[in-house]
Nanobody, 123 residues
Framework: QVQLVESGGGLVQAGDSLRLSCAVS????????MGWFRQAPGKEREFVAG????????YYADSVKGRFTISRDNAKNTVYLQMNNLKPEDTAVYYC????????????????WGQGTQVTVSS
């Protein structure tokens, strides 16, 4: 059974940092693109950050560039999202996703998903 479990969310103040983790079990993330997405109340789910299958390329939404960093540890089957200088508009449920098609250069959003972790940033 494939499981993606996000952790590290919480309630923080503007300017604070959080590090999200996504631990994957039941399948490997080696050779698969990974991504972080988020959904704020009343809004559609949006792409936040992604990494290519080999980790050589990373991608970010304009709204988080320079503040968020995605990384992966294939040995731990885990992907991370370091979030610095958080803003109230970053408040959302954050989801990680693992592609099912191998060797994509960027995450497609078509694959396995976690249940999400809540991030709330107060002003």
């Amino acid at each position: 059974q494939v499981q993606l479990v996000e952790s590290g969310g919480g309630l923080v103040q503007a300017g604070d940092s959080l590090r999200l983790s996504c631990a994957v079990s039941g399948r490997t993330v080696v050779n698969y693109a990974m991504g972080w997405f988020r959904q704020a109340p009343g809004k559609e789910r949006e792409f936040v950050a992604g990494t290519s299958w080999d980790g050589s390329r990373t991608y970010y939404a304009d709204s988080v560039k320079g503040r968020f960093t995605i990384s992966r540890d294939n040995a731990k089957n885990t992907v991370y999202l370091q979030m610095n200088n958080l803003k109230p508009e970053d408040t959302a449920v954050y989801y990680c996703a693992a592609d099912r098609t191998p060797r994509n250069t960027s995450p497609s959003g078509n694959g396995d998903w976690g249940q999400g972790t809540q991030v709330t940033v107060s002003s």
